[in-house]
Protein backbone atom coordinates (compact mmCIF):
# COMPACT_ATOMS: atom_id res chain seq x y z
CA UNK A 1 0.00 0.00 0.00
CA UNK A 2 1.48 3.31 -1.07
CA UNK A 3 1.12 6.04 1.78
CA UNK A 4 1.80 9.90 1.95
CA UNK A 5 2.46 11.43 5.17
CA UNK A 6 3.51 15.01 5.99
CA UNK A 7 4.48 16.06 9.27
CA UNK A 8 6.42 13.12 8.63
CA UNK A 9 9.55 14.59 10.77
CA UNK A 10 7.87 15.86 13.78
CA UNK A 11 6.97 13.80 17.37
CA UNK A 12 4.39 12.09 16.03
CA UNK A 13 4.69 11.91 12.06
CA UNK A 14 8.10 10.39 12.71
CA UNK A 15 6.05 7.45 14.33
CA UNK A 16 3.56 7.11 12.37
CA UNK A 17 6.31 6.53 9.85
CA UNK A 18 7.68 3.30 11.37
CA UNK A 19 4.63 1.75 12.01
CA UNK A 20 3.90 2.15 8.47
CA UNK A 21 7.35 0.39 7.22
CA UNK A 22 7.18 -1.76 9.74
CA UNK A 23 3.61 -3.43 8.47
CA UNK A 24 5.60 -2.93 4.48
CA UNK A 25 3.64 -0.30 3.48
CA UNK A 26 5.72 2.23 0.52
CA UNK A 27 5.82 5.72 2.54
CA UNK A 28 6.08 8.98 0.43
CA UNK A 29 7.36 11.64 3.01
CA UNK A 30 7.78 15.99 2.23
CA UNK A 31 9.97 16.87 4.78
CA UNK A 32 12.39 19.90 4.89
CA UNK A 33 15.01 17.90 7.24
CA UNK A 34 15.00 14.16 6.35
CA UNK A 35 18.43 14.17 8.88
CA UNK A 36 15.72 14.23 11.86
CA UNK A 37 14.27 11.33 11.22
CA UNK A 38 16.11 8.00 12.87
CA UNK A 39 18.68 6.89 10.22
CA UNK A 40 16.83 3.07 9.82
CA UNK A 41 14.06 5.19 8.97
CA UNK A 42 15.77 7.70 6.57
CA UNK A 43 17.57 4.90 4.81
CA UNK A 44 14.73 1.82 4.58
CA UNK A 45 13.95 0.99 1.19
CA UNK A 46 10.18 1.34 1.10
CA UNK A 47 10.89 5.22 2.26
CA UNK A 48 10.51 8.10 -0.56
CA UNK A 49 11.69 11.39 0.68
CA UNK A 50 11.16 15.06 -1.15
CA UNK A 51 13.02 17.83 0.29
CA UNK A 52 11.07 20.53 0.37
CA UNK A 53 9.03 22.69 2.35
CA UNK A 54 5.14 21.50 1.70
CA UNK A 55 3.40 24.86 0.90
CA UNK A 56 6.16 25.52 -1.50
CA UNK A 57 5.23 23.34 -4.08
CA UNK A 58 3.17 23.70 -7.10
CA UNK A 59 -0.29 22.25 -7.44
CA UNK A 60 1.40 19.44 -10.05
CA UNK A 61 3.80 18.81 -7.82
CA UNK A 62 1.00 18.10 -4.81
CA UNK A 63 -0.42 16.42 -7.64
CA UNK A 64 2.55 13.89 -8.04
CA UNK A 65 3.14 13.31 -4.77
CA UNK A 66 -0.67 12.14 -3.98
CA UNK A 67 -0.85 10.26 -7.45
CA UNK A 68 -0.91 6.22 -6.28
CA UNK A 69 -1.36 7.17 -3.44
CA UNK A 70 -3.99 4.87 -1.47
CA UNK A 71 -4.05 7.20 1.85
CA UNK A 72 -2.83 10.87 3.10
CA UNK A 73 -1.95 11.52 6.80
CA UNK A 74 -1.60 14.31 8.16
CA UNK A 75 0.47 14.87 11.17
CA UNK A 76 1.70 18.40 10.73
CA UNK A 77 1.67 21.18 13.55
CA UNK A 78 3.03 24.42 14.48
CA UNK A 79 6.37 24.34 16.37
CA UNK A 80 5.88 25.39 20.02
CA UNK A 81 7.85 28.80 20.12
CA UNK A 82 7.17 32.48 19.25
CA UNK A 83 7.93 32.17 15.75
CA UNK A 84 6.11 28.81 15.50
CA UNK A 85 2.71 30.05 17.50
CA UNK A 86 2.89 33.87 15.87
CA UNK A 87 4.44 33.61 12.68
CA UNK A 88 4.05 32.19 9.60
CA UNK A 89 2.02 30.24 7.95
CA UNK A 90 -0.24 30.58 10.36
CA UNK A 91 -2.50 28.42 8.30
CA UNK A 92 -0.05 25.65 7.63
CA UNK A 93 -2.40 22.28 8.61
CA UNK A 94 -5.45 23.87 6.60
CA UNK A 95 -3.80 25.44 3.85
CA UNK A 96 -1.82 21.56 3.83
CA UNK A 97 -5.01 20.23 3.94
CA UNK A 98 -7.15 21.86 1.18
CA UNK A 99 -4.34 21.75 -1.26
CA UNK A 100 -3.81 17.93 -0.39
CA UNK A 101 -7.46 17.24 -1.31
CA UNK A 102 -7.82 19.41 -4.35
CA UNK A 103 -4.73 17.42 -5.25
CA UNK A 104 -6.39 14.09 -4.28
CA UNK A 105 -9.68 15.41 -6.88
CA UNK A 106 -6.92 15.99 -9.74
CA UNK A 107 -6.34 12.46 -9.70
CA UNK A 108 -9.41 11.30 -10.56
CA UNK A 109 -8.44 7.61 -8.24
CA UNK A 110 -10.74 5.11 -9.40
CA UNK A 111 -11.40 4.43 -5.88
CA UNK A 112 -11.75 6.88 -3.02
CA UNK A 113 -8.31 7.96 -1.35
CA UNK A 114 -8.05 7.73 2.35
CA UNK A 115 -7.03 11.50 4.56
CA UNK A 116 -5.97 10.77 8.43
CA UNK A 117 -5.78 14.15 9.68
CA UNK A 118 -4.38 14.78 13.43
CA UNK A 119 -6.48 17.11 15.20
CA UNK A 120 -6.80 17.79 18.59
CA UNK A 121 -9.32 17.16 21.53
CA UNK A 122 -9.96 21.19 22.17
CA UNK A 123 -11.74 21.08 18.68
CA UNK A 124 -15.94 20.07 19.12
CA UNK A 125 -17.34 18.09 16.54
CA UNK A 126 -20.35 19.85 15.13
CA UNK A 127 -22.11 16.63 13.61
CA UNK A 128 -22.47 15.31 17.02
CA UNK A 129 -24.26 17.07 20.04
CA UNK A 130 -20.77 17.61 22.23
CA UNK A 131 -21.57 19.83 24.85
CA UNK A 132 -19.17 21.54 27.13
CA UNK A 133 -19.25 23.99 30.21
CA UNK A 134 -19.88 27.42 29.71
CA UNK A 135 -16.05 27.97 31.76
CA UNK A 136 -14.50 25.92 28.30
CA UNK A 137 -16.49 28.09 25.76
CA UNK A 138 -14.46 30.97 27.96
CA UNK A 139 -11.25 29.18 27.54
CA UNK A 140 -11.69 28.09 23.96
CA UNK A 141 -12.51 31.72 22.83
CA UNK A 142 -9.13 32.76 24.83
CA UNK A 143 -7.21 30.13 22.81
CA UNK A 144 -8.95 31.46 19.29
CA UNK A 145 -8.13 35.18 20.28
CA UNK A 146 -4.28 34.32 21.47
CA UNK A 147 -2.86 30.92 19.56
CA UNK A 148 -3.41 30.90 16.16
CA UNK A 149 -2.31 27.45 16.25
CA UNK A 150 -5.35 26.26 17.83
CA UNK A 151 -7.71 28.31 15.06
CA UNK A 152 -6.06 26.39 12.22
CA UNK A 153 -6.21 23.32 13.57
CA UNK A 154 -9.97 23.74 13.96
CA UNK A 155 -10.34 24.84 10.68
CA UNK A 156 -8.45 22.26 8.76
CA UNK A 157 -11.07 19.88 10.44
CA UNK A 158 -13.86 22.18 9.66
CA UNK A 159 -12.06 22.15 5.71
CA UNK A 160 -12.94 18.51 5.75
CA UNK A 161 -16.23 18.19 7.67
CA UNK A 162 -18.23 20.69 5.41
CA UNK A 163 -15.88 20.99 2.41
CA UNK A 164 -15.18 17.38 1.78
CA UNK A 165 -18.59 16.15 3.61
CA UNK A 166 -19.80 12.53 4.25
CA UNK A 167 -20.31 11.36 0.45
CA UNK A 168 -17.47 12.53 -1.38
CA UNK A 169 -16.54 10.23 -4.35
CA UNK A 170 -12.99 11.01 -4.26
CA UNK A 171 -12.35 11.24 -0.63
CA UNK A 172 -12.95 9.62 2.80
CA UNK A 173 -11.26 11.32 5.69
CA UNK A 174 -11.46 10.31 9.63
CA UNK A 175 -9.78 13.46 12.17
CA UNK A 176 -8.34 12.26 14.93
CA UNK A 177 -7.89 13.81 17.93
CA UNK A 178 -5.49 12.92 21.17
CA UNK A 179 -5.97 14.39 24.31
CA UNK A 180 -3.01 15.43 25.85
CA UNK A 181 -0.06 14.33 23.96
CA UNK A 182 2.67 12.47 25.90
CA UNK A 183 6.04 10.16 24.86
CA UNK A 184 5.97 6.76 25.21
CA UNK A 185 8.11 4.31 23.93
CA UNK A 186 5.90 1.31 23.37
CA UNK A 187 2.21 1.05 21.88
CA UNK A 188 -0.31 0.15 25.23
CA UNK A 189 -3.78 0.14 25.58
CA UNK A 190 -5.17 2.56 24.39
CA UNK A 191 -9.51 3.48 23.44
CA UNK A 192 -11.05 5.55 20.58
CA UNK A 193 -14.63 7.00 21.51
CA UNK A 194 -16.93 9.12 18.85
CA UNK A 195 -16.48 12.03 21.60
CA UNK A 196 -14.87 13.94 24.40
CA UNK A 197 -15.81 11.41 27.70
CA UNK A 198 -13.75 13.71 29.58
CA UNK A 199 -13.32 17.69 29.90
CA UNK A 200 -10.30 18.63 26.97
CA UNK A 201 -9.33 22.02 29.21
CA UNK A 202 -10.42 21.36 32.79
CA UNK A 203 -10.15 17.19 33.35
CA UNK A 204 -8.17 16.34 30.28
CA UNK A 205 -6.35 12.50 30.12
CA UNK A 206 -3.73 12.04 28.01
CA UNK A 207 -2.34 9.70 24.82
CA UNK A 208 0.74 8.65 23.92
CA UNK A 209 2.33 9.56 20.59
CA UNK A 210 2.75 6.27 19.65
CA UNK A 211 -0.36 4.98 20.24
CA UNK A 212 -1.79 7.82 18.42
CA UNK A 213 0.36 6.90 15.43
CA UNK A 214 -0.19 3.05 15.50
CA UNK A 215 -4.04 4.34 15.35
CA UNK A 216 -3.57 6.53 12.48
CA UNK A 217 -1.62 3.34 10.91
CA UNK A 218 -4.78 1.10 11.83
CA UNK A 219 -7.14 3.15 10.10
CA UNK A 220 -4.88 3.66 7.21
CA UNK A 221 -4.29 -0.05 6.39
CA UNK A 222 -7.10 -1.87 7.80
CA UNK A 223 -10.73 -2.07 6.07
CA UNK A 224 -12.87 -2.51 8.92
CA UNK A 225 -11.18 -0.07 11.21
CA UNK A 226 -11.55 2.75 8.28
CA UNK A 227 -15.24 1.69 7.71
CA UNK A 228 -15.89 1.91 11.63
CA UNK A 229 -14.86 5.70 11.96
CA UNK A 230 -14.53 7.21 8.25
CA UNK A 231 -16.58 10.55 8.26
CA UNK A 232 -16.13 10.79 12.21
CA UNK A 233 -13.18 12.44 14.54
CA UNK A 234 -12.85 9.72 16.83
CA UNK A 235 -10.92 11.32 20.69
CA UNK A 236 -8.13 9.34 21.82
CA UNK A 237 -6.75 8.04 25.18
CA UNK A 238 -4.56 5.79 26.49
CA UNK A 239 -6.70 2.93 28.64
CA UNK A 240 -5.60 4.43 32.32
CA UNK A 241 -7.03 7.45 31.59
CA UNK A 242 -10.63 6.27 30.54
CA UNK A 243 -13.35 7.13 32.98
Not at 14 to 42: F, M, Q, W, Y
Request: glycine share 6%; net charge positive.
Amino acid sequence: MKILVVGASGATGSLLVNELLKKGNHVKIIVRTPEKLPKSVRNHKNLEITKASLLDLSDTDFAKQVEGCEAVASCLGHNINLKGIYGQPRKLVTEATRRLCRAIKSTKSEKPVKFVLMSTSGYQNRDLYEPISFAQKIVIRLLRLLLPPHVDNEKAAEYLRTRIGQNHDQIEWVAVRPDGLINGENTSDYEAFPSPIRSAIFNAGKISRINVAHFMTELATHEAVWTKWKGQMPVLYDKKYVI
